[in-house]
């Protein structure tokens, strides 16, 4: 799913504990997830790189980000792009430099945060230059408010990609209004990131919660390539570490693929 060659998760984080953090946040991380620890996971699974996504809680300070995608060399064998977060002020100086480290994406996380005018002037031109230089766009927010933020994206993203399943509304696909104009937006230039189902169908857990992300699969499919699914694990699994595990990810992205494999 999303990916044609080897095994790469397309979705964690890595990050430290002990610089700045945004005020207002809805997360703070008791312990830090480094880029070694998680390089020794993805070898211990076979599992060749992965799609590192900025935390919400370290906001536009992409440094640790940054840092680690130069650090890859140290961990051979493996391959890491990154996904920054960045605004209308975030410099060109800056932009240039994260893209000269491996990041390929721009992350807007708006759960329950006031959503930007990415209408106006400075954000047209924001997303206008990041387009030009190839970066797709990610989206983190609740499926009520999806459809405003889909309108407005679908044309000023070369590439837009959807978090976690599109957060149904109430884990409830069939009546949430962001699921619906996911599968009603035409285009070939859309994404959708079939991770963190904990995050996606709340009050859901082991079997049931399964199900319920394959539920999620089989429709998605019924409008999207297989290759517009995107699996990631969301290493280290903020705000729901609890009961979770690599193994437990790896075994949902099998499942996944079945789906994907089965005939209509």
Known sequence: MGQSAGLFDGHAHVFCTDGPMVPGRRYTPEHAAPLADYCAILKHHGVDGA????????????????ASLTAVGKHSGLVFKGVAMTDP????????????????????????????????????????????????????????????????????????????FGLPQAGQIDTCPGY?????????????????P???????????????????????????????????????????????SFEEALAWRAEWEAVVAAPP
């Open 51 to 66: 799609l590192l996504v900025q935390p919400s809680f370290l906001g536009t300070d992409n440094s640790y980000l940054a």
């Open 89 to 164: 002020e975030t410099s060109l100086a800056e932009i240039d430099r994260l893209d000269a480290a491996g990041v390929v994406g721009m992350r807007l996380n708006l759960i329950h945060g006031e959503l930007p005018d990415l209408g106006s002037v400075a954000w047209r031109a924001h997303l206008a230059e990041l387009a030009r230089r190839g970066w797709h766009i990610e989206v983190q927010i609740e499926g009520p408010r999806l459809p405003g933020v889909l309108a407005v994206l679908k044309d000023q993203a070369s590439r837009l990609v959807i978090d976690h």
């Open 180 to 196: 619906q104009a996911v599968l009603a937006t035409p285009g070939e230039h859309i994404y959708i990131k079939v991770s963190a």
């Open 198 to 244: 904990y995050r996606a169908f709340p009050g859901y857990q082991g079997a049931e919660l399964a199900a319920q992300a394959r539920n999620a699969t089989r429709r998605l499919l019924e409008r999207f390539a297989p290759d517009r699914l995107v699996w990631g694990s969301d290493w280290p699994w903020t705000r729901h570490e609890t009961g979770r």
